[in-house]
């Protein structure tokens, strides 16, 4: 069902620029810049005030903890999808705030054979980044970004396969429904095309009371498109 769902917002995502208008590639609420910039040899030409994004891809996350019951380097998959919305900064210089809903599927893994354990981890995550568009072709930017977010666990559960069980994730004592950390990441954009990988660097403790620290990382690529 995962895949499924995976392949066919990536079907979707695709055709989108096909079906396009030209000339649209502003976007409905756009107001392009018709003034050209310089600054250190650099030129900005047409940047949008503003824009919004679809994103769909895939997220390998994994939990460290000072619990051995918790703590694993196995690396858990799962679906990453949501909307962005940004807006330039300053016109001096192509500087942008996004932020975004998405909604992410995290966990890890932990021990091997019947003492395995695996987490599902799902949130509504919010980012909030700063984000510089670097033009380098026609209608090609390269888009490095760095900031933080904020996560409310929805739902996921905890496999036991040693006794053959499954609970929630949020319950029972184990973790806690709050995350937040950093984000860093890179972006490429072309025309209304858009591609990106990210790191998440948890800071908060998501164990509960009976757990020391525990912390999550995650990677991410997302292929989306921009209006």
């Known amino acids: 069902m995962k895949k499924t769902l995976l392949l066919s917002m990536l079907c979707v995502l695709l055709t989108l620029p096909a079906m396009a208008q030209p000339g649209y590639r502003y976007g409905r609420g756009y107001e392009p810049r018709v003034q050209t910039v310089s600054r250190h040899g650099n030129e900005f030409i047409g940047w949008h005030r503003y824009y919004f994004g679809l994103r769909v891809g895939m997220n390998a996350s994994h939990v460290n903890s000072g619990s051995p019951l918790l703590d694993g380097s196995g690396v858990k998959t799962g679906l990453n999808i949501g909307v962005a919305a940004g807006t330039q900064l300053s016109y001096r210089a192509p500087l942008f705030l996004e932020t975004g809903l998405y909604y992410s599927q995290k966990g890890g893994k932990s021990g091997s054979g019947m003492d395995k354990f695996t987490y599902d981890l799902n949130y509504l995550e919010v980012p909030l980044l700063l984000k510089y568009k670097h033009f380098v072709g026609n209608q090609t930017t390269i888009q490095p970004y760095a900031g933080g977010y904020l996560a409310l666990g929805t739902d996921g559960n905890i496999k036991n396969y040693g006794t053959r069980t499954a609970f929630s994730s949020f319950e029972n004592g184990y973790f806690n429904?709050?995350?937040?950390?950093?984000?860093?990441?890179?972006?490429?954009?072309?025309?209304?095309?858009?591609?990106?990988?990210?790191?998440?660097?948890?800071?908060?403790?998501?164990?509960?009371?009976?757990?020391?620290?525990t912390h999550s990382g995650c990677f991410t690529i997302n292929i989306g498109v921009n209006f």
């Open 177 to 213: 429904r709050f995350d937040g950390g950093l984000k860093v990441g890179c972006g490429v954009g072309f025309n209304m095309l858009y591609l990106d990988a990210s790191y998440d660097i948890g800071l908060s403790n998501i164990g509960q009371d009976n757990f020391d620290d």
